[in-house]
């Protein structure tokens, strides 16, 4: 299975090692975590792994481990690949020649032998892997850390803005947003940031008394701490800084499991939120980036410490886990989706069938990756 990431970075102005490092230190925890589930899913499956890479090309170093298998750091570190026995490449397309002139010993071993199940097992434990990667460093984050919030109360409201025109006042506590409960003021902004031009039942808490407001988040472009510009759904509102409006909570080993998991969740919502809306015209496409805009985030949030640069690993784990789940041959959601027509027609699809897939694949993901590094350099050249 592989999980590439190709793409230049080049061309990012001055201090290109504060960007590269922080990229490659990220970038590496994520595609080893990746590698690691499909590797540890096939030994568990008694399938012979030939290699465990950490990026393509020539080796730089590397070792045999007790069972053969050959663990390495390569020269490209923009990805990494685990091959089994049988595989014809990285993307584990099946090396029919070989099969063919397998020993029986090693055609049990070999990847392209094992049952359907097994395959799709070794297949999905890459991206889930990413997402157990992601709970155990936002629920870590929130040990170490704890977990500071600021209640959902209004501070001011901007003249002319959406707040206003629904009847924001200062002091407004929000409780609630289509009948969904609001803790805290975080809570709030996730839900408006991706309503840009949907009308929202708010619920707030005035002078003791309950009432609801509708209210009409509109899409506005912000700038973040780093000077990038994001666009946003926005009501118009500040949040309140009175110290009993702020507070911080320890966070225990099973709270903090599920704070990572609905962090997690709220990052993979998110994306395909975006995604949807790229499709039905609500979003523009031109906030997808590549690599290059990884390695220009990576170098800026390692600016404001190691706790927000491994914050950004754990989203970066979850973009990485669900981008391998989509159904394009090449990636592991095309693989799984090849197993199961497998599974419902009883035997596989034709090797010609399987072929014109995986070209198909590669055409989409260099498309992708061509449009993503396109946008980068657009970013790189307008901020």
């Not at 049952?115 to 992601?134: D, E, H, K, Q, T």
């Not at 409780?175 to 309503?195: A, L, P």
């Not at 118009?236 to 911080?248: L, N």
């Not at 939120?273 to 609500?282: L, P, V």
Request: proline share 4%; with cysteine; glycine share 12%.
């Amino acid at each position: 299975m592989s999980i590439d990431l190709l793409g230049g970075i080049s061309a990012l102005g001055g201090g290109i090692v504060s960007y590269i490092v922080p990229f490659l230190f990220v970038l590496t925890i994520v595609v080893f975590f990746h590698e690691l589930g499909h590797f540890l899913v096939a030994r568990w499956c008694g399938i012979k792994v030939l290699a465990f890479s950490i990026g393509f090309g020539p080796e730089l170093i590397g070792f045999n481990d007790r069972h053969g298998t050959r663990w390495k750091i390569a020269a490209i570190p923009l990805g990494g690949y685990v091959k089994f026995l049988g595989d014809d490449n990285a993307a584990s397309a099946p090396d029919q020649e070989a099969l063919a002139t397998m020993s029986e010993q090693d055609r049990k071993v070999s990847f392209a032998a094992q049952p359907v199940a097994s395959r799709a097992a070794v297949v999905a434990a890459g991206p889930i892997a990413n997402f157990l990667l992601a709970i155990a460093i936002f629920g870590g984050v929130f040990m170490v850390f704890g977990k500071q919030t600021t209640t959902a109360r209004v501070d001011t409201v901007v003249a002319g803005s959406a707040a206003e025109t629904a009847g924001f006042k200062p002091g407004d506590l929000v409780v609630s947003i289509n009948g969904s409960k609001i803790d805290s003021f975080n809570d709030m902004q996730r839900i408006v940031s991706v309503s840009a031009g949907e009308s929202l039942n708010i619920g707030i808490e005035r002078d003791g008394a309950l009432t609801t407001l509708k209210a009409t988040p509109a899409l506005k472009e912000m700038k973040d701490s780093f000077g990038n510009v994001h666009r946003l759904g926005v009501l118009g509102i500040s949040r309140s800084m009175a110290p009993g409006d702020i507070r911080t909570e320890s966070v225990g080993p099973i709270r903090a499991l599920g704070l990572g998991v609905s962090e997690t969740w709220f990052v993979i919502d998110r994306t395909m939120t975006y995604i949807a809306g790229i499709f039905a015209g609500r979003e523009a496409a031109d906030q997808l980036g590549g690599p290059i805009r990884i390695a220009q985030v990576s170098g800026q949030v390692a600016t404001a410490g190691f706790g927000a640069l491994i914050h950004l690993a754990a989203v970066l784990s979850v973009s990485i886990g669900l981008l391998n789940l989509f159904p394009i041959p090449l990636l592991d959601g095309g693989h799984l989706l090849f197993y199961g027509i497998e599974a419902a027609r009883g035997r596989p699809l034709s090797e010609r069938a399987q072929e014109m897939g995986f070209r198909i694949g590669l055409a989409v993901v260099v498309m992708l990756m061509i449009f993503a590094t396109f946008n980068d350099i657009v970013h790189l050249a307008t901020s």
